[in-house]
């Protein structure tokens, strides 16, 4: 299939899934189609919205998810932490967006070179001083992939582990996926060619 999307995830969450992989090959063929990004679009959200994905992405500044997918305003409930690390007020925000919005998909959206990895990387197993509660986030993965040298595959990891950490911590986003009502799609950001692509 196209994208690689599983047959078997829910169809509301396939549909906003394809439309964000084929705005992101919109942001790559230079091609962008968001248009709603006026004061008109914001006045017609002026006392609601309606997002139809959530998406976890770092805080790193090359990576936008509305510019890399192609969107505009009122589309996406979008998270913005260093690495994806996920704490409790991360947690309850993906809830929010779960249980009051219904989102139908959560991305975590992962990414190269990014700056936490190569800091976890640089003092693994070392307890840290600055940045404690990032790094530690990121340390399990390093515990369970010792053998990880490259940072971009380290990520994906992370990524990967990010979705069994909320769906340990969280009875809102386990219950949602277990319903069929939302689907956690685990991605990846290469900065050299544009394209995010499911891991
Ligand atoms: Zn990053």
Same mark, same amino acid.
């Given at each position: 299939m196209k994208f690689n999307i @599983?047959?078997? !995830? @829910?169809e509301k969450s396939k549909n906003e899934l394809v439309k964000l992989l084929e705005g992101n090959r919109n942001f790559v063929n230079l091609t962008p189609t968001a248009k709603n990004m006026s004061l008109d679009t914001l006045r017609k959200y002026a006392f609601h919205q309606e997002p139809y994905a959530c998406v976890l992405s770092?805080?790193?500044?090359?990576?936008i998810p509305e510019i890399i997918f192609d969107c505009g305003i009122g589309e996406l409930f979008v998270i913005r932490v260093a690495g994806i690390t996920v704490g409790d007020n991360v947690t309850e925000s993906i809830e929010y967006a779960v249980?009051?919005?219904?989102?139908p998909l959560l991305i975590l959206l992962g990414h190269d070179d990014c700056g936490v990895m190569k800091y976890a990387k640089e003092h693994y197993p070392e307890p840290v001083e600055d940045f404690k509660s990032i790094i530690s986030a990121v340390y399990p993965v390093l515990e369970l992939?010792?053998? !990880?040298?490259?940072h971009n595959f380290f990520a994906m990891k992370h990524t990967l582990w990010v979705e069994e950490v909320l769906l340990k911590k969280s009875n809102i986003i386990r219950t949602a996926v277990s319903k069929n009502e939302l689907y956690i799609a685990k991605c990846h950001f290469d900065h050299s060619t544009g394209l995010v692509d499911l891991i």
């Open positions: @599983p047959e078997n !995830i @829910p770092c805080s790193d500044s090359r990576v249980k009051k919005l219904h989102v992939h010792e053998d !990880i040298k490259c």
